[in-house]
């Protein structure tokens, strides 16, 4: 399995999750596409002015992740302490052009939310637009991570991470009820946002029968199911199809799954967070991949 240093993906132009292929050249890095949320620029009365965590990446890996990415070029603002611009200018972090501006580490802080640990970065940026499905799904070949109806940053953060640690090709999200790709969420991913592709579809149902007419298998992680991953997995191409802590897959996209699996806890003690269970899950998967290569 290939591994994630760098990527090579291109603005899609589109809204649809399952957009044709434009000319434009391809190049390192991909482009996350979270919508801007909308909201009031007042602020209650005697309030500091709620922060839009949406357009701000902070802390020192997702930054720096986002100034290596070209998608990002001529974009932003860089807002750093006097040692990170050092650090930026003698490790030359900025490859693409972007130009530090120095400031207070506790005047940063009060520019961003509440809590948010920057370590002396913190770069304002716009939206970037995503990939299409059939960017990340041909050739048929590898791991995809679908996830249905994840909203908690945190969560979301953490298997961006580990499905870029187990060379996983994409995440899948649904488009209208998925965080955007900013904010805790990156700092959680620690730079994974800006290395690995993500596909925000419409309809997940209709991501998984599309998937499935380019070779792929669906592998939903269900604590009921009869089978364990271990006898579900195999080594053909597979999207492994996560669902919320709460209600777990629904039931349409659970239906366009070809099994349902569970991660066996001898232990007695039925209850993983859903980013562990995704770490365990993308293991599981990387090592039913690794089978194919062996016995080829």
């Known amino acids: 399995m290939s591994s994630k240093t760098e990527r090579n993906d291109r603005k899609t132009g589109k809204k649809t999750s399952f957009g044709g292929r434009s000319g434009a050249p391809r190049e390192r890095g991909w482009t996350p596409n979270p919508p801007p949320k909308g909201g009031s620029d007042s602020a209650p009365r005697g309030r500091a002015p709620k922060v839009d965590a949406d357009n701000w990446l902070w802390g020192r890996h997702p930054v720096v992740a986002a100034l290596a990415n070209p998608a990002r070029k001529g974009m932003g603002r860089l807002l750093v302490t006097e040692d990170r611009a050092a650090e930026i200018d ?5 490859p693409n052009g972007h130009r530090a501006e120095i400031i207070d580490g506790q005047a940063l802080a009060k520019m961003l939310p509440a809590g948010a640990v920057h370590q002396g970065m913190a770069f304002k940026v716009q939206p970037l637009e995503g990939v299409a499905i059939e960017d990340v799904a041909e050739p048929a070949e590898g791991v995809i991570v679908m996830l249905d109806q994840l909203t908690d940053p945190q969560n979301v953060g953490a298997i961006f991470r580990s499905a870029l640690a187990f060379g996983a090709k994409a995440i899948v999200v649904q488009d209208r009820h998925s965080p955007a790709l900013a904010g805790a969420l990156a700092k959680a991913a620690a730079g994974a946002t800006e290395r690995l592709p993500c596909v925000r579809a ?50 349409l996209v659970a239906e366009h799954c070809d099994v349902l699996a569970k991660i066996p806890m001898p232990g007695g003690f039925e209850s993983l967070n859903v980013s562990n269970a995704a770490a365990v899950a993308l293991y599981e998967a990387a090592r039913a991949q690794g089978r194919a290569g062996t016995h080829s």
């Not at 298998?217 to 006898?231: F, I, K, M, R, W």
């Not at 999207?239 to 629904?250: A, F, P, Q, W």
């Open 90 to 94: 003698r490790d030359r972090l900025a």
């Open 202 to 251: 419409t309809n997940l149902s209709r991501a998984l029968e599309k998937l499935s007419d380019l070779g792929w298998q669906a592998v939903g992680l269900d604590g009921s199911a009869e089978l364990t991953l271990e006898q579900a997995l195999d080594s053909r191409p597979t999207v492994l199809v996560m669902g919320s802590e709460g209600d777990g897959i629904r039931r």
